[in-house]
């Protein structure tokens, strides 16, 4: 297949009268240094957690982020809401450069950018009643709402499905999807702009995610707020976000509209991760059948990242220019809505089989000649 040729535009393009984003992440780098040797103190590597990535989140959006277990996530979440300072890059919150402010600069700020935490039993205080944990965050930051805070505490208790009288109870009283809806209600305490939710679901029971996300979605779509949803599930990625990015070892690999990323992917690792997620159909003539592939190994690790792509070391289509240069993220002829890919060899926008399983394991390639 010939290589694609690249439009000039290396961002996402949009309309001049377009609105400034709410969110703008250029060049994000975290490295967790390793120490070792000899003195103990002696920094002799670093984990690259976050390395040189872009994004864009708009007002009242729903942005995906998605990985393998170790790409970043988490870290990526937790630099947004400045948990962790960056190491170089810039975050640009309405305007205003927040990469590295200080208490005083971020404080106004911080009410506006709330994060959802990935463990629900964890992430609350147990020795803290549900209405002393909901109004922390009015409390330090000084608000006090018409009607007290306790009123406002039970508004946000039944606007996440859970009990007004529930006020005076202990996490432990509570399920873990409860728990969950409890740290929803924190986070929308303080009527946020902004919200991160780290893999809000991860945790519970696969009956009590759909609930939970219908919440999160049902919030977003009545008080109009921004969400970056991190998760590994591709299925509730898809059914929560309007855009999608996807991630490996650090970097953003591929970035869209939900419609191009799952029907019209181009980078090999975006169609690896949607040949994994499991369709059920009652006939094979109930949808066409979708490709089959199967990766060798676990991501590399993060402290001695492989050269140019990435991916190379995984992939069925690498050649010398991949681990001689970096892709970088631009926009593939085909491509629309701003749908960025980092390949030198992209892939055809299509999930249909192929006549042939790519398989790179050596042990599932002799395991299926065994059952053939």
Known sequence: MKEDLVLPATR???????????????????????????????????????????????????????????????????????????????????????????????????????????????????????????????????????????????????????????YNRFPHEFSGGQRQRIGVARALALEPKLIVADEPVSALDVSIQAQVVNLLQQVQKDLGIAFVFIAHDLAIVRHFSQRVAVMYLGKIIEVGDRDSIYARPRHPYTHALLSAVPEVTLTEEDSPQRERIRLAGDVPSPISPPSGCRFRTRCWKAQDKCAAEEPPLIQLSGNRNGHLTACHFPEDPTTEAREEDIVLDPALAALEEDRN
Do not use: W
């Open 12 to 166: 996402e393009t949009r309309a001049d009268t377009a609105p400034e984003p709410l969110l703008e992440v250029s060049g994000l780098v975290k490295h967790f240094p390793v120490k070792g040797g000899f003195p103990i103190r002696r920094t002799v590597g670093a984990v690259q957690a976050v390395d040189g990535l872009d994004l864009t989140v708009h007002a009242g959006e729903s942005f995906g982020l998605v990985g393998e277990s170790g790409c970043g996530k988490s870290t990526t979440g937790r630099l947004i809401t400045r948990l962790l300072e960056p190491t170089s890059g810039t975050i640009t919150y309405r305007g205003q450069d927040i990469s590295h402010a200080g208490r005083r600069q971020l404080a106004p700020i911080r009410s506006e950018i709330q994060m959802i935490f990935q463990d629900p039993y964890s992430s609350l205080n147990p020795r803290q009643t549900v209405g002393k944990i909901i109004s922390g965050p009015m409390e330090i930051n000084g608000i006090s709402p018409e009607g007290g805070r306790e009123k406002r505490v039970r508004e946000l208790l039944e606007t996440v499905g859970l009990n007004p009288e529930h």
